[in-house]
């Protein structure tokens, strides 16, 4: 006998063939709660269950172990990214910048997602990822992109999103343990990083240019250069 393959998307939805006592939806958004309370380490069936006030019976009708449940809580998380429709208006190009602005904000609400990314096993079947990917690929198509650039785009787009998020949500989560704001940090580490690079030129001048740094700003103009190159490949 075959094993049942390991995704939650390959489990048959509780819900369509029985009502109970506790749902997919609430345990998700029990899951998704604690998960930005206290991070992907404080998250266990166990925990959960206490939370939620339910036993394991309850619970396993929906997910099988932790690694369904995170594919579950992705899911939830990729809802919140704002796609605007294809031949909306703004042109493609304006459509993928507020795309990936929108993706990048939600991964930073949820700082712990960066961490699972690669763990997720086949979050990429879930109903709001898929909508996600369908989406932003008629917006590329709309563009000009055939099927495939479309394609090749989405990936590049989302890798540079991910990439910079991966490293905001790192420093952001240093900066909240150590109980500095982000000013305070940087005038702490400041005297030592100019003493590291004191013998290296181009680092030297490079952090001195990047003392009181924008994120924002410079999220923005890596964004440019990704989407420049795009139009590029388009041409």
């Known amino acids: 006998m075959k094993e049942p393959f ?20 609430q345990i998700v958004a029990a899951a998704l709660e604690l998960l930005d309370a206290e991070g992907i380490d404080a998250l266990s069936m166990r925990k959960l269950g206490t939370r939620l006030n339910a036993g394991a019976t309850s619970m396993y009708t929906h997910v099988a172990n932790k690694d369904e449940l995170i594919e579950l809580v992705v899911d939830e998380v990729y809802g919140e990214i704002e796609v605007p429709p294809a031949g909306g208006g703004e042109g493609w190009r304006a459509a993928a ?45 709309g563009g000009g992109f055939s099927l495939e650039a ?10 540079y999103v991910l990439g910079y998020a991966t490293s905001e949500a790192a420093w952001l989560t240093t900066l ?27 680092l030297r001048t490079l952090y001195a240019a990047q003392r009181h740094e924008d994120r924002d700003r410079d999220f923005a103009e890596g964004l440019e250069c990704v989407l420049d190159g795009l139009v590029a490949r388009l041409k």
């Open 150 to 159: 479309a394609d090749r785009a989405l990936n590049t787009l989302t890798a």
């Open 176 to 202: 909240r343990r150590s109980g500095l704001s982000e000013g305070e940090w940087t005038e702490r580490l400041w005297p030592v990083a100019e003493e590291a690079v004191r013998a290296y030129p181009r």
């Open 6 to 25: 390991p995704s939650v998307w390959a489990r048959p939805h509780a819900e369509r063939r029985e009502q109970p006592a506790l749902s997919r939806r």
């Open 97 to 141: 910048f507020t795309c990936a602005g929108s993706m990048r904000a939600t991964l930073l609400r949820h700082p712990w997602i960066v961490s699972v990314q690669g763990e997720a096993g086949v979050a990429y079947l879930g109903p709001n990822v898929l909508r996600f990917s369908e989406s932003l690929l008629g917006v590329f198509e």
